[in-house]
Antibody, heavy 121, light 107 residues
Framework: QVQLHESGPGLVKPSQTLSLTCSVSGGSINSGGYYWSWLRQPAGKGLEWIGRIYPSGNTDYNPSLASRVSISVETSKSQFSLRLSSVTAADTAVYFC?????????????WGRGTLVTVSS | DIQMTQSPSSLPASVGDRITITCRASQSIRSHLNWYQQKPGKAPKLLIYAASSLQSGVPSRFSGSGSGTDFTFTISSLQPEDFATYYCQQSYSTPRTFGQGTKVEIK
């Protein structure tokens, strides 16, 4: 059973860079047919897709965040990472990583528990 | 971006009720529509994918239908554990986008 786990600082100062890592266990991050995505959810609000990466390194980003986002993958460690630069209070949210199935419909079928990141000085 | 609009935003209901949530896309997304359930403090859980396919392990009281721009999500007989927020999500194109959510709450 594939499991995902987010890790990283829970507090980031304004204008700095948010960095999170998602560790994949119980399965291979290199399995064909899966992207690996980041999403976020501000308190009391809806879900926003940030972007995704294929094990080959190909990425797609949400245009609303693309100028500040970078997603990378380290297959040897079964991890993928998110970097979001120049953060403001508006970036305060629970950040989720998820497996993004790229066949038979395309959907997020496995999610991490989420990690709260607060942007504050 | 494809805009997803859910209605209602809040749905008071009782155990045993049949409930229906609708989701409308701003353009045709064929059948590229998924439904998730989210409980407070938890990650979303996939219930329905490709508009009408039931995810493995999900009870059969959950169902979905529709194609193009209009979609429906139904719980045939609401159970106590079903009180939660439900989101639709399109996977027709990037950026992936979600509806604003429907909170199913106790009447």
């Amino acid at each position: 059973q594939v499991q995902l786990h987010e890790s990283g600082p829970g507090l980031v100062k304004p204008s700095q860079t948010l960095s999170l890592t998602c560790s994949v266990s119980g399965g291979s991050i290199n399995s064909g047919g899966y992207y690996w995505s980041w999403l976020r959810q501000p308190a009391g609000k809806g879900l926003e897709w940030i972007g995704r990466i294929y094990p080959s390194g190909n990425t797609d980003y949400n245009p609303s965040l693309a100028s500040r986002v970078s997603i990378s993958v380290e297959t040897s460690k079964s991890q993928f990472s998110l970097r979001l630069s120049s953060v403001t209070a508006a970036d305060t949210a629970v950040y989720f990583c998820a497996r993004d199935v790229d066949f038979d419909g395309e959907y997020f079928d496995v999610w991490g528990r989420g990690t709260l990141v607060t942007v504050s000085s | 971006d494809i805009q997803m609009t859910q209605s209602p935003s809040s749905l008071p209901a009782s155990v045993g009720d049949r409930i229906t949530i609708t989701c409308r896309a701003s353009q045709s997304i064929r059948s590229h529509l998924n439904w998730y359930q989210q409980k407070p403090g938890k990650a979303p859980k996939l219930l329905i994918y490709a508009a009408s396919s039931l995810q493995s392990g999900v009870p059969s009281r959950f169902s979905g239908s529709g194609s193009g721009t209009d979609f429906t999500f139904t719980i045939s007989s609401l159970q106590p554990e079903d009180f939660a927020t439900y989101y639709c999500q399109q996977s027709y194109s990037t950026p992936r986008t979600f509806g604003q959510g429907t909170k199913v709450e106790i009447k």
